[in-house]
């Protein structure tokens, strides 16, 4: 049996789970009022349930009454009823970009009330309910489909999940750390395929691209040096209960180093059986190059 409540940020992908989730044969409620959680839970775990996978969303859309969150959580313990709870959030700067592409409105934004305000509102009530939190989940680099895989890897099989995933991220430093890494490495020490013509357009997905920057013995240490210390970090950080790990790999403008880094780096993590995505935040920029 499985009880989850899936809550966090407005824009985060509270949606695109749920339908991962209704995808692997959970009974799903959006927007439930938190008052209510407890009695769903009597009837999920009374005798006569026939509903073994249950998820319930519940988050800021039900206005003044999520403030009884946290101690509808506290109902749930005291009655010794088993949930996870599953976080979601992003970057200010994705969700903005996803609200102006959507057009849709804040569930805290007020008349003229920029949605950046309204962000900041959201993340201050949400804080104390992200430290209660199973798992957290930030999108702000994962693609619909990369996150359906991170939600089928959770919740595939009803057996806890006690390991942890790595995002790999590669980024432009003339565009900024990403906010959310946890590791950060800089490959800008290595030959620059932006020098040669014929590579300068392409992009550390292309295999010419990629074969440049690999072939090069600093990098072939570099990759070992940086997959043995990643090896001996990931235990000791599900040891201390993390259950993301985000590693950016950065290159000056995102487009070729740090592309080619961040794929093979992936790859060889997923070769010792890890759970990685690997997303590339500043390809968007490579035809302004």
């Known amino acids: ?79 010794s009823y088993e949930y996870e709870i599953l976080f979601l959030q992003a970057s200010d700067e994705v969700l903005i970009k996803r609200y102006k592409e959507t057009r849709r409105r804040h569930p805290l934004s007020v008349d003229g009330e920029r949605v950046t305000d309204a962000i900041s ?28 895989e991170r939600i089928f890897s959770l919740y595939k099989s009803d057996k806890p999940f006690e390991g942890i995933f790595v995002n790999v991220l590669s980024f432009g430093f003339k565009y900024g750390v990403p906010l959310d890494s946890d590791l950060v490495f800089d490959v800008r020490f290595l030959p620059n395929p932006f020098y040669i013509p014929e590579l300068k357009p392409k992009t550390g997905l292309e295999s010419d691209v990629s074969d440049y920057v690999l072939k090069y013995e600093q990098t072939t240490e570099f990759l070992a040096k940086l997959s043995e210390m990643i090896e001996f970090l990931l235990p000791h950080y599900v040891h201390e209960g993390k259950s993301q790990l985000v590693v950016s790999i950065g290159c000056t403008g995102g487009q070729h180093r740090s592309v080619a880094i961040a794929e093979e780096f992936a790859r060889r993590l997923r070769a010792g059986s890890h759970h990685v995505s690997v997303a590339h935040r500043d390809l968007r920029f490579a035809q302004t190059l």
């Open 121 to 148: 509102a959201e993340r201050e009530v949400m804080e104390p309910v992200q430290k209660r939190a199973t798992h957290t989940i930030d999108t702000s680099n994962l693609s619909n489909a990369q996150l359906k």
């Open 1 to 79: 049996m499985k009880f989850i409540i899936v809550t966090g940020l407005s824009g985060a992908g509270k949606s695109q789970v749920v339908r991962a989730l209704d995808d692997l044969g959970f009974y799903c409620v959006d927007n439930i009022p938190p008052a209510l959680i407890p009695e769903f839970a009597r009837m999920y775990y009374s005798a006569s349930n026939k509903i073994n996978r249950v998820a319930l969303v519940s988050d800021i859309r039900t206005g003044d009454m999520f403030g009884e969150f946290l101690s509808c959580l506290d109902e749930l313990s005291a009655h």
